[in-house]
C-alpha cells in the first residue's frame, strides 16, 4: 500500500479550490473551455499527452489525456471519466453559494459535482508520480463538457473510448461512502403545446393559450410519479409566449424521467407519448430528447467493485455499493457491459443546490482508494 503520509487533504483542496473559482455552467462555452486548460496543463504535467477535440452543438471542448502505464501501451487499460460542466450559474459563487469552510464542510459551486472528484483522481495520478511509480495498466483521462444536460455532443466519443478500456472510474461524488455499481435510466422529453392566436385584449375569448394548457399538463405529467416502483417525471424547463398582449400560441416544457428497470423505461416511454393529443384548439407534441440507459450491474463491473472493496478494507474501511436513480456518464459505459465503478469522488451532499458542499474528511481515504486502483488494477 501507498504510504500514508503522502496523503493531504490540505494539499488536495489547495489543488481544487482556483477550479471551483472557474465558474463552468455547460452553457458557458468560455468558462467550461477554461476548465479543459485548467485540467490540460495538470495532465501535462503528470507527463501526459493531450487530445482534444474542439466542442459542438453549443458546448465546450472534450479533452483526453493519455498516461503510460507499468504494462504495455497496447495494453487494454483504465478510463477514468469526468466531466467539468455545472449546473450552477456564473455568478453564483458572488451570489448564493461562495467558497466557505464550515467544520468538515466545504461549500461551493461544483465543488461536490464534481471538481471535487476530478481533483482527487489528478492527485491520485500526483502521489503515484512523486511514489517513483505509474499505474499498472495504461490510463486515459476523459473530460466531458456537457453531462449535466445528457452528454448529448460527447456521448459517442465516451462510448467509443470505454470500448477501448478494460476498466472505467467514474468521479461522480458519493453519499455516505457507498460507490455506484448500477444506474437507472433516464429520458428527457420536449413537450410542446400549440394554440390559436388571438389579441389578448379585444378577442382573448378567440383564442387559446398554450400556456393555459400546459398549467394543465404539468400537473399531469409529474402526477404520473410512481415513488413506490421508482418512476418519476419532473418537469424542469417551461418556455412559453411573445408579448403579454398576444395570446400565447406556443409552450414548451423539457420533461426529466427516470426508470429503474428496462420494462418501466418502455411504459415511460408510452406514457409520455400518450400525451399527444389535438382537441379544441390546443394540439400537444413529445419529442424525445437525450437518453441515459439502464445501468445493471454485471459481472465485470461486480469484479471491479470486490477489488475495490478489499482496497478499502485495507485502507481500514466499508466500501459498500448500490444502484442509484442519479444519472451519470457512467450509465453508458456500464450498459456496454464495461467493467466500471462510479461514485469514487468526494463525499458529500447538496448537489445541483445552494447547499452543495464536500467533506473535507473524505479527501484522503477516497484519494486513497483512487490512488489504489490506479497502482493495482490489471
Known amino acids: ?18 477550479w471551483v473559482r472557474c465558474e463552468s455552467p455547460t452553457g458557458d462555452v468560455a468558462g467550461v473551455n477554461r476548465m479543459m486548460d485548467m485540467a490540460s496543463d495538470a495532465l501535462l504535467r503528470l507527463g501526459g499527452t493531450i487530445e482534444r477535440t474542439p466542442g459542438k452543438d453549443g458546448f465546450g471542448d472534450i479533452v ?7 504494462e504495455p501501451t497496447n495494453s487494454a487499460g483504465v478510463l477514468i471519466l469526468s466531466h467539468l460542466d455545472t449546473v450552477h450559474l456564473t455568478g453564483t459563487l458572488e451570489g448564493r453559494l461562495p467558497l466557505r469552510r464550515d467544520g468538515d464542510r466545504y461549500y461551493g459551486p461544483g465543488i461536490y459535482d464534481m471538481k ?37 455532443s460527447s456521448r459517442a466519443a465516451i462510448e467509443a473510448e470505454a470500448k477501448r478500456h478494460k476498466y472505467v ?33 379585444a378577442n382573448n375569448r378567440l383564442g387559446r393559450s398554450a400556456i393555459r394548457a400546459m398549467a394543465r399538463l404539468v400537473e399531469r405529467i409529474e402526477g404520473m410519479t410512481d415513488f413506490d416502483r421508482g418512476m418519476t417525471f419532473s418537469v424542469g ?49 413529445v ?38 436513480g442519479g444519472g451519470s456518464d457512467g ?8 467493467a466500471t465503478l462510479d461514485g469514487l469522488g468526494v463525499d458529500g451532499a ?15 481515504p477516497r484519494c486513497r482508494l483512487f490512488a489504489e486502483l490506479l497502482r493495482t488494477l490489471s
Open 1 to 18: 500500500m501507498l504510504n500514508a503520509n503522502l496523503f493531504d487533504a490540505e494539499e488536495i483542496l489547495d489543488g481544487l479550490l482556483p
Open 64 to 70: 483526453v489525456g493519455r498516461l503510460g502505464g507499468a
Open 116 to 152: 471535487g472528484g476530478v481533483r482527487i483522481a489528478m492527485h491520485a495520478l500526483e502521489v503515484l508520480r512523486r511514489a517513483g511509480m505509474q499505474s499498472r495498466l495504461p490510463v486515459s483521462y476523459m473530460l466531458v463538457p456537457d453531462e449535466e444536460v445528457g452528454s448529448p
Open 169 to 201: 472510474l467514474v468521479t461522480e461524488p458519493c453519499k455516505n461512502g457507498v460507490v455506484v455499481t448500477g444506474r437507472f435510466a433516464f429520458q428527457r422529453f420536449w413537450v410542446t403545446v400549440h394554440g390559436r392566436p388571438a389579441h389578448a385584449g
Open 237 to 285: 424547463t417551461i418556455q412559453g409566449g411573445t408579448f403579454v398582449n398576444v395570446m400565447p400560441i406556443e409552450c414548451r416544457a423539457q420533461v426529466l424521467t427516470v426508470a429503474p428497470t428496462q420494462a418501466i423505461f418502455e411504459e415511460v416511454a408510452a406514457m409520455m407519448k400518450a400525451l399527444e393529443d389535438e382537441d379544441d384548439g390546443i394540439r400537444v407534441t
Open 287 to 324: 419529442e424525445k430528447g437525450p437518453v441515459r440507459p439502464l445501468w445493471e450491474p454485471h459481472r465485470e463491473t461486480m469484479g471491479l467493485y470486490e477489488k475495490a472493496h478489499g482496497l478499502a478494507r485495507d485502507l481500514g474501511f466499508e466500501l459498500k455499493h448500490g444502484s442509484f
Open 331 to 338: 450509465n453508458f459505459t456500464g450498459a456496454l457491459g464495461v
Open 350 to 364: 447538496g448537489a445541483h443546490t445552494f447547499e452543495e458542499h464536500l467533506l473535507v474528511s473524505s479527501l484522503v
